[in-house]
């Protein structure tokens, strides 16, 4: 299961995969109706394969908490998102025994069910282990600290030419 291009953006429903990078950010596909939608700067978004959740004693991958489902549900559908509490609960327990129930909240465990049943439908879920060829795994690193840098480097130049701007608009 690779999450290395799936995106949750901040305001918007559904997951993402991320198509192209532009000069103002980047271009994503939804996973629920398949649009294309652009996704500028100041937009927060978050890589799916950099999110974890709290465990008593770590920080568990998402990767690893959707590889566990999957186990669990043998590659089929999860429980829905919109069950009670108390069932989501008893459902993420047996996931993963050792979570945080103090920092991990019934909206967490909501997101992460609709998110594995949304990735499960559209077959990039797996319950198998994933073959890593370390020099992949490097270059996908190398790539996603390069797109990190460019976006940083971006909002960094806006933030110094919008002083810039109100400045010359002020002259005039």
Known sequence: M?????LSISGKPGLYALKVQTRSGFLAESLVDGKKISVGLKINVSLLSEISIY???EEKPLTEVMRSIAIKEDNGPAISHKEENATLIAYFKEI?????????????IKKVLSWYNLLQ???LVSKEEPIIDPSENEQAKQNAEEVLEKVEEEVV???VKAPAKKAKAKKE
């Not at 993963?96 to 967490?108: I, Q």
Request: cysteine-free; charged content about 35%; aromatic content about 12%.
């Open 157 to 159: 130049a806006e933030k």
């Open 2 to 6: 690779n999450l290395e291009k799936i």
């Open 121 to 123: 439908s559209k077959g």
């Open 96 to 108: 993963l025994p050792e979570y945080d129930s103090e920092r991990v909240y019934p909206s967490d």
């Open 55 to 57: 465990t008593y004693n």
